[in-house]
């Protein structure tokens, strides 16, 4: 199987870059993230002329989670069990953001995952994403407490960048979200719960960046981080022969197809 995850940053926008990839990339399940519209809106009919089946969980214009499979869609669950509510209005509930999509496709459990962005270190949103990463970690330590041989992909943009080299500057980041201790420590708490990075082993080393931002020549610069991210449960880490970052996926040119998003493909192929 050949899985991947994407930010694709709007997929009306982008359907075309995306599908054009599927189809060079043989990938047999995508999960997708800020997909950036709602269920009815969501552009089925291209990934179904390829042969995907898809499934969608979206409630406006913001985030979105979405996983495209040729392989079979089986078991969709969205949200997780104590996934935590958010709401931006004092006088508006608060409720379950489009951010978690569980699917089972041929045998693996797949969840696409939009971690909160957390905004800056001083605002509740950021109380938020640490909250709503506790709550990941418990809930995936506990499929791993049912089923220890369960091959689980905890796939997505995490809005984490767990290390130094991570980040194309230290000082850049130094009073941002996605580095801080809090952040890190969430992160490494989920992979203390049994479920690895498989890519890194993969894609060694420094300036090995999935985000790069539009603005100020940041990709060419390579200015970017690294911040989306396949766990593996040990049952699905075992079976990793190969993983890579999709860099070319982010450029622009003549012969690409559509505008780029701002994240990079992530790939593993399991035996």
Known sequence: MRLA???VNSIRARVDRVTDWLSRADVDVLAMQETKCSDDQFPTMPFAALGYEVVHCGF???NGVAIASRVGIDDVAVGFDGQPTWSDKPDAEAAAE???LGATCDGVRVWSLYVPNGRTVDSPHY???LEWLAA???T????L???PAAPIALVGDWNIA???EDVWSVEFYRHSTHVTPPERDAFAAIVEAGFTDVVRPHTPGPDVFTYWDYTQLRFPKNRGMRIDFILGSPALAERVEHAEIVRDERKTGKNRVGSPSDHAPVLVTLR
């Open 145 to 147: 407490t049912t089923d």
């Open 98 to 100: 489009a951010r978690a």
């Open 5 to 7: 995850t994407w930010n």
């Open 162 to 164: 767990p290390t130094d």
């Open 127 to 129: 109380a938020y994403k």
């Open 60 to 62: 406006n214009q913001w």
């Open 140 to 143: 995936a330590s506990d499929w």
């Open 136 to 138: 990941l970690r418990k």
